[in-house]
C-alpha cells in the first residue's frame, strides 16, 4: 500500500467483527492501518471478518474479549505493545441496539446497555491510553449516534448510552488534548446494516421523511468518517461529534 | 509566577519581576560602583539599583531572560585542568570580624564555593558556603518571582539592610512569620541562636497588636510560629495561643525544646485541643550530641516529650539543627523515626549558624562546616537509599540557596516515596513550595494533571508506580470531598498525604550573603511593627552575631523595646 490516510498506525477497533465495526476495520485497513479487533461471542463471525479482510490485503488480528473485561484489556495491549507495536488509533465501537420501551425495561437491561457502551469506551480507552500519552500521540473515536444528539424515536437507555459518549468525547479532548491526542466522535443516523437492521419499519420510513437525502446511509459512509478522523489529515478537529445521518 | 499561595499585589513601577541574583554594576547617574538586583521584567534583564545619591536607577543589560540564565549558569562551570579557585560571581557578605558589609568573591574550589572576603580593618577572610558546586549553581536555575506582602512597613531609603523592617526592595512576603514571645528559657544551649536574657515576656496586648500588623500586612499567614526563649516558659502562652487563633491564620506552631511537655501531660493536652503544632528541637539521640548542643543530657526529656507526642498524636515538625562533627551521624536515625509515625509532618533540618549568644562562640571553622548539600549526602548514606541526593530540590519561593526540600508521598502500606522519584520538579518547579497546600491556580492544576497522567503513563517504569497512583487518587478523594472542607480542615487533609524535609541554612558572619536576605521569607514580627528577616535580624539587630554584647549596627534596634512583662 502506501498514500493512505493511516498508513503504518496500528489500529484497535472493538466490536469488530459485524457491522459498522468490520466495515471501520476494512476502511481503516484500505487506508494503510494495521488492525487488530474486538469481539465478544461469536468466532465465526471474527473469523469471517480476518478472512474478509486478509483477502484484501490487511494485517489483521482478532481477539475475543469484552470490553467490560478489564485485565483482558490490559492483556490485550500490552501483547499488542509487544507483537504488534503501539496503539495509534482506538474506536470505541463495541455496542448492541434493543427496542424496548421504558415501561417494560429491565434494570439489567438498563445496566447492559450503559456498560457495553459507556463502561466499556471508558475501561478500553484508559488501557489504550497510557500508551497514547507516553508517545505523545494517538486517535481516539467513539461510535455514537443520531439518538444520542437528537431528540428521536429510540430506546431511552440506547440514546442515554450514546449521548454518554458525547460527553466522554468532549471531556476527555480536554484532559488528554495536550498529549497530541484527539478524540472524537461519529453520530451515524440509520444505516443499511449493523444495529439499525432491526428497527421497526415505521421508524425506518419516519427517517426517511425527516432525512434530506431520502434515503439510509451505508456502513462504509460512516467508517469513511471515521477513517479521517484516525488520520493525521484531521489535525485539529477534536472534541467534535460529527453527525452523518444525511441531513435529518 | 508567584510563591506560594499568594496573588500578585504589584505596587511599584519596577514589578512584577522576577529576582534573580545581585551583579556589580555602577550608578547610571553619578557611576559610583554598585551592587545591582538583577531581575527579570517580561524577558527583559534589568539591574535595579539603589543609589543613595541619584536614588533608584535600572539599567535594561539584556533582552532574553532565559539565555541570560543559561550564561550565567556556564559561569559555574569550571574550566578542565584549572588549579585554584573559579570565579563564579560577587556578592555582599559581612566581615567576619567587625561584621562590616563586604565584597565576597564567590568562588569555586575543589567541588565547593568559598565566599573570599577582604575587610580594609580586619583583613581576609574565607568561609565555605556550600559543599557541592553543582548544586548551588543549579540552584539559580530555580530563582522564581517572589510575591509582594499587602503592606511593606518602610520605603527604601538607604538600601538593604539599612531600612529593613521589611523596605518596598524586599523581593519576598513573609511566608513564616516567626514571633518571639520571651527571652526566658530552661537551656542555655551553646548553639543558641538568639539571645536569652530571663528578662521578659510579651504582653498579650503587644502579641495582639503583631498579629493584627501581620494580618494586614500579608491578609493571611498558612502558618505562625511561636518561638522564644522556650515559649512554653511564658505564663500565659496559652493565651497567646487563643490570640493567633484566627481564620487568617492557617496554623499555630510552637517552638519548644519539649521540656515541658514531657513532664506536664495536661499541658500538652490543651495544645492538642488548642490544635497547635509542635515544632520540637531535636537534635541527636545520645547524652554527648546534647551535651555539646544543648548543654546538658537531654535524652529522658526529649524521650519524654516525643512519649507524649505519640499519645496524642500532636501534628509535628522535628528540628534538626546539624553540625559537623557533633550530630551529623544522626541524620538518618532522625529521618527513621520522622518516617516512622504519621504524626510527624516534617522535618526540618538546619545546618548549623554561628550566631547567638551561644552560636556566635561556638567554637567552628568557617572553612569546615556542615552545608545543605551535606545533609543530604549524609541522609542518602545514612537511610539506605531510602532518601536520595537527587530527591532534594532548592526551594524556588525563597532565594534557591536558603532552602532546600523533598516531599515524601505517603503510601497505603504507610511507607513513603519521594516526590522525585515519579516528578520532574525541574519541569514543574511550580510544584516546589514551601507551603502545606497548593493554591488552585491553573499553572498549578496544570502540572498536577501532567503528572498524573505521565505517572499514568509510566506506571511499570516508574518505581512503586501503581502504589503511587492509588495513592494520588487517595489523595484527590480526600482533598476534593463531595462535602467541601473548611480551610483548616483541607491544611489537616493536604497534610496527610505526603511528608516534607526541609533543609534551612540560617546565615552567620561567615556565611552572610545579602543577596539571599533580600529574598528570605521567614521574618521575626517586632513589637515596633517591624517584620525583620531573620538572618538581617540576627546579624545586625539582635545584638549576638559573634555571641553576647556584640554591637549592634549603627542602624540595629533590639528586640522587646516596648513594654513588656517583667
Known sequence: ?248 | MDCTSCDSTPKRVDRPHTFFAHEQDACPGCGKPIEARVVFRDNDVVHLIHCTACGPQERTVGKDAAAYVQAFLARGVVPEGLVGDHLFKHTTSTCPGCLALVDAQVVIRKGAVFFLKDCTRCGPSEALVSEDAGYYVRAYAFARAGTEPLKFRNEVEHGCPTDCGTCDDHEQHTCLPIVEVTDHCNLECPICIVDNHDSKHIELATFQRIVDGLVEAEGTCESLAISGGEPTSHPKILELIAIATRPEIGRIVLITNGIRLGKDRAFAQQLKEAGVYIGLQLDGFTPEVHEKIRGRDLCAEKTAALAVIAELELPTQLIFVATRGVNDHQIGQVIELFLSAPHFLSLNFQPVAYTGHGGGKFECDPNDRITIPGIIRRAEEQTAGKLRYTDFFPLPCSHPQCVSLTYLLQLEDGSSVPFARFIDFEKYTTLLRSSATLPATAEVEDALQDVIHDVFARQDEIERGPEILVALRRSLDQMFPRKPLSARDAVQVSERQSKSIFLHHYMDRHDFDLERLRKCCHHYPQIDGRIMPACGFNMFHRGAAKGPDTPRAKFGRAPFSLPVIQ
Not at chain 1, 75 to 97: H, R, Y
Not at chain 1, 149 to 170: I, N
Open chain 1, 1 to 248: 500500500m502506501g498514500g493512505g490516510l493511516c498508513d503504518g498506525r496500528l489500529a484497535l477497533v472493538t466490536g469488530g467483527s459485524r457491522g459498522l465495526g468490520r466495515a471501520i476495520c476494512k476502511i481503516l485497513a484500505r487506508e494503510g492501518a494495521r488492525i487488530a479487533f474486538t469481539y465478544a461471542r461469536s468466532d465465526d463471525d471474527a473469523l469471517a471478518a480476518v478472512a474478509e479482510l486478509e483477502a484484501a490485503g490487511a494485517v489483521v488480528s482478532a481477539h475475543k474479549v469484552s470490553v467490560l473485561d478489564k485485565p483482558g484489556l490490559r492483556e490485550l495491549v500490552q501483547g499488542l505493545d509487544k507483537s504488534a507495536g503501539k496503539i495509534d488509533i482506538l474506536v470505541n465501537n463495541a455496542g448492541f441496539g434493543q427496542v424496548v420501551p421504558l415501561a417494560l425495561m429491565e434494570e439489567e437491561d438498563w445496566d447492559q446497555m450503559l456498560d457495553t457502551h459507556v463502561k466499556g469506551a471508558f475501561l478500553t480507552t484508559q488501557a489504550v491510553l497510557r500508551t497514547m500519552v507516553r508517545e505523545k500521540y494517538g486517535r481516539v473515536i467513539n461510535v455514537s449516534s443520531l439518538a444520542g444528539v437528537k431528540m428521536m424515536q429510540a430506546p431511552v437507555h440506547y440514546a442515554t448510552a450514546k449521548a454518554a459518549l458525547r460527553g466522554f468525547t468532549e471531556s476527555l479532548a480536554k484532559e488528554v488534548g495536550r498529549y497530541g491526542i484527539t478524540v472524537n466522535c461519529i453520530a451515524p443516523g440509520i444505516l443499511d446494516e449493523g444495529v439499525s437492521e432491526h428497527l421497526p419499519p415505521a421508524r425506518r420510513e419516519e427517517y426517511l421523511r425527516h432525512c434530506a437525502m431520502r434515503r439510509i446511509g451505508t456502513l462504509a459512509e460512516a467508517a469513511e468518517v471515521v477513517a479521517f478522523l484516525a488520520s493525521d489529515r484531521n489535525s485539529y478537529m477534536n472534541g467534535a461529534t460529527v453527525v452523518v445521518d444525511g441531513a435529518v
